[in-house]
């Protein structure tokens, strides 16, 4: 199983950005469909992003615009790059692995694997 640890969560203000990343300890992540989720105070969990191993990418629509997930995978690392975040964006964000090389991770159901979470948090 691939073990991922998130890094780059903090506080900031509205309309700034930040860039999380997960290193994955798999050999290596070239074919492996990885994505974001995250999860606010009282809320499920909901799919933010997600790349293919090919580096196709597909985002929720509420971040579609402001988010760019990539890839390094000479490093084993997935990214987000969050722009213009605004405080509804306010969550722990979760890094996954999907379950099949034939689907992206895009529900709970299609992840292998789930990080630790960082917090996010966006002021007003």
């Known amino acids: 199983q691939v073990q991922l640890v998130e890094s780059g969560g903090g506080l900031v203000q509205a309309g700034t950005s930040l860039r999380l990343s997960c290193a994955a300890s798999?050999?290596?992540?070239?074919?492996?469909?990885m994505g974001w989720f995250r999860q606010a105070p009282g809320k499920q969990r909901e799919w933010v992003a997600a790349?293919?191993?090919?580096?196709?990418?597909l985002y929720t629509d509420s971040v579609k615009g402001r988010f760019t997930i990539s890839r390094d995978n000479a490093k084993n690392t997935l990214y987000l790059q969050m722009n213009s975040l605004k405080p509804e964006d306010t969550a722990v964000y979760y890094c996954?692995?999907?379950?099949?090389?034939?689907?992206?991770?895009?529900?709970?159901?299609?992840?292998?694997?789930w990080g630790q979470g960082t917090q996010v948090t966006v002021s007003s």
């Open positions: 996954t692995v999907s379950r099949s090389g034939l689907v992206l991770p895009t529900t709970t159901d299609s992840v292998a694997s």
């Open positions: 798999a050999r290596a992540i070239t074919s492996y469909n």
């Open positions: 790349i293919s191993s090919g580096g196709r990418t």
